[in-house]
């Protein structure tokens, strides 16, 4: 097991800054206000998860409707992953799609969708050249609509 690392002085060009982080290290991007946090994290790509500590609703709400990313966990960071009644999974870089539970089998498999037209029907009619009948029907369902 890898001890956890605190990464300080760090500056947005550094490559931890610009990957996504899959190991222990914790880079500190000091902030002023609560804003300041949400609105750095918003003006970039989009992360694979979101960790909010906070007890007030209205600011982890805002959180929430403020920043796009795959999945957020608040007030814990560990447990996330193990939410398998919830998707896992990114957004834009981080990739698209759940992958845990019934959002992993939809991900994972291709639905095969198949049309069948009846034999006999109507679609003849919005075939050219167009005459009086299809004028007909197109008064009527511009009559509808």
């Not at 500590?53 to 966990?73: A, C, H, N, P, Y």
């Not at 990739?95 to 109507?122: C, D, I, L, W």
């Not at 003849?124 to 050249?129: A, R, S, T, V």
Request: charged fraction near 20%; aromatic fraction near 10%; avoid cysteine.
């Amino acid at each position: 097991m890898l001890p956890p690392v605190l990464l300080s002085d760090i500056h947005d060009d550094m490559a931890v800054m610009r990957e996504e982080i899959f190991g222990p290290l914790l880079p500190l991007v000091p902030y002023d206000s609560f804003d300041e946090a949400v609105a750095y994290v918003a003006a970039r790509p989009h992360p694979l998860a979101l960790y909010v500590f906070e007890q007030d609703t209205r600011r982890i709400d805002g959180v929430l409707s403020r920043t796009q990313v795959g999945g957020v966990t608040v007030n814990d960071t560990l447990f996330h992953i193990a939410q398998h009644g919830l998707p896992f999974g990114g957004v834009g870089p981080s990739g698209m799609g759940g992958y845990h539970g019934e959002a992993g089998f939809r991900t994972f498999s291709h639905m095969k969708p198949v049309f069948r037209q009846a034999r006999f029907n109507g679609s003849g009619l919005l075939d050219p050249p167009y005459g009086a009948r299809f004028r007909r029907m197109l008064e009527l369902l511009l009559k509808r609509g």
